[in-house]
T-cell receptor, first 114, second 113 residues
Framework: KAGVTQTPRYLIKTRGQQVTLSCSPISGHRSVSWYQQTPGQGLQFLFE???????NKGNFPGRFSGRQFSNSRSEMNVSTLELGDSALYLC?????????????FGPGTRLTVT | SQELEQSPQSLIVQEGKNLTINCTSS?????LYWYKQKYGEGLIFLMMLQKGGEEKSHEKITAKLDEKKQQSSLHITASQPSHAGIYLC?????????????FGKGTSLLVTP
């Protein structure tokens, strides 16, 4: 099976712009979670989608949003970008959601905000 | 919110030496996950521990969950350069609003020849 894929791998944006990141989970996986990783804060949970519904959300401002499509692919959107949004954004998929199943991570999207 | 503390923050060991990384939780652990990350890349799942006292091994890596102490340890025997990377522990963090996987800040491991 193909692994989790994320596009694009690298992105440079300017403050104030918005950005959309995409994640394709492993075939058959219905849960997709998003994380932000920075040197200072480490890996932080953004939100999780399961069957097109957001099931849980981390402690991030409303500028961060996401959605999931019927084929389980997910997108994450960040509006009004700030310098502090520069980070590695990782998505992870798991078969059924919940944490009794391990999550499989994609390679990440490196976002740089200038 | 539940916090995970990892120690040490970084580690340099000589090839062939053993090492241990610790992960301590401020709250009860329902499930503990160990991941490895190559610098700037995604996370690779290593092991999942759910029961107190549980111990799992994969090749030269062994992880234990001491639920009473709210702590897990990852032990690498006879380290090799391929073991280098960042090791992260993640925990099942449950609340009234659902759950999330909360991570420690990672332990950076360098293995020298």
């Amino acid at each position: 099976k193909a692994g989790v894929t994320q596009t694009p791998r690298y992105l440079i944006k300017t403050r104030g712009q918005q950005v959309t990141l995409s994640c394709s989970p492993i075939s058959g996986h219905r849960s997709v979670s998003w994380y932000q990783q920075t040197p200072g804060q480490g890996l932080q949970f953004l939100f999780e989608y399961f069957s097109e519904t957001q099931r849980n959300k981390g402690n991030f401002p409303g500028r961060f949003s996401g959605r999931q499509f019927s084929n389980s692919r997910s997108e994450m959107n960040v509006s009004t970008l700030e310098l502090g949004d520069s980070a590695l954004y990782l998505c992870a998929s798991s078969p059924r959601g919940g944490l009794t199943y391990e999550q499989y991570f994609g390679p990440g999207t490196r976002l740089t905000v200038t | 919110s539940q916090e995970l503390e990892q120690s040490p923050q970084s580690l340099i060991v000589q090839e062939g030496k053993n090492l241990t990384i610790n992960c301590t939780s401020s709250k009860t652990l329902y499930g503990l996950y160990w991941y490895k990350q190559k610098y700037g890349e995604g996370l690779i799942f290593l092991m999942m521990l759910q029961k107190g006292g549980e111990e799992k091994s994969h090749e030269k890596i062994t992880a234990k969950l001491d639920e009473k102490k709210q702590q897990s340890s990852l032990h690498i025997t006879a380290s090799q350069p391929s073991h280098a990377g960042i090791y992260l522990c993640g925990a099942d963090m449950r609340s009234n609003s659902g759950y999330a996987l909360n991570f420690g800040k990672g332990t950076s491991l360098l293995v020298t020849p």
